[in-house]
Nanobody, 124 residues
């Protein structure tokens, strides 16, 4: 599967953004999907994950209550709605797909396919 992330940009603290990740192929619904981010000089970190049918989700503590992950299997797309953005949310955001049998997964190493990343910059 090929993943194409979009929707990043430059916003002010407190603003919102919605990231999208479009997947190629007809097997999108068979993948657990996740969002990760990587700030300059830091390791890539888990943000959110969603199960194949969207019934289970999990978030990093740092974004819980502000970010919402969702998916539309008919459109082969996963979304990340980001509200109340903070300067510390500044990073390149990556979507990823996991083809394993896991319900959801927060482990970066479990993901098999990665998008190219989209830059999110939050100014104070």
């Amino acid at each position: 599967v090929q993943l194409q992330a979009s929707g990043g940009g430059l916003v002010q603290s407190g603003d919102s953004l919605r990231l999208s990740c479009a997947a190629s192929g007809r097997t999108f619904s068979s993948y657990v999907m996740g969002w990760f981010r990587q700030a300059p000089g830091k390791e890539r970190e888990f943000v959110a994950t969603i199960s194949r049918k969207g019934s289970s989700v999990r978030y990093a503590m740092s974004v819980r209550g502000r970010f919402t992950i969702s998916r539309d299997n008919a459109k082969n797309t996963v979304y990340l709605q980001m509200n109340s953005l903070k300067p510390e949310d500044t990073a390149v955001y990556y979507c990823a797909a996991d083809r394993s049998e896991a319900l959801i997964t927060t482990q970066l190493s479990n993901y098999d396919y990665w998008g190219q990343g989209t830059q999110v910059t939050v100014s104070s």
